[in-house]
């Protein structure tokens, strides 16, 4: 008897680049000099994003929009810039952070429902960089 095959599992895909900022609006002023399209009404949002060409996305979020879902956040334990890795679904953040941790890696924050509607984990790299992990909520 054959054993059952369990799905393919996807693998992450870099999807997203974010960063952290103390000022929005001259970060994406230096950005719009090189070229970043962002619209002049994301100055003052908490939140902004750009599609690269290749559809890479590069997105900011302002310091007090980290610590609204990580209150401890700091640059000394986060860090400013972190790729982000779409998992294809939320069972998908749920194992890749599984993985990662069970392989010694540290885990951040575990992966939560979070309020912009993804399923959403952060793990440390060997250099302690954050590494994002998402997937939609269905």
């Known amino acids: 008897m054959n054993a ?18 103390a000022d929005m609006a001259a970060s994406l002023a230096f950005y719009r000099r090189l070229g970043i399209d962002v619209p002049p009404d994301a100055d003052a949002a908490p939140h902004a ?11 900011w979020d302002t310091v007090e929009t980290v ?6 956040w700091s640059p000394a334990t986060g ?18 952070y599984a993985e990662l941790t069970e392989a010694g890696y540290h885990g951040r924050l575990k992966p939560w429902d979070a309020f912009w509607g993804q399923r959403y984990a952060v793990v ?12 939609a909520l269905a």
């Open 124 to 135: 440390h790299d060997p250099d302690g960089n954050a590494v994002d992990l998402f997937a």
């Open 49 to 59: 994003e750009a599609t690269l060409p290749g559809g890479l996305r590069l997105a």
């Open 4 to 21: 059952p095959r369990s799905a393919p599992r996807l693998s992450p895909r870099l999807d997203l680049i974010g960063l952290v900022v």
């Open 67 to 72: 610590r609204s879902f990580d209150p401890d």
């Open 79 to 96: 860090s400013r810039i972190s790729p982000a890795f779409d998992c294809g679904s939320p069972d998908g953040v749920d194992t890749v």
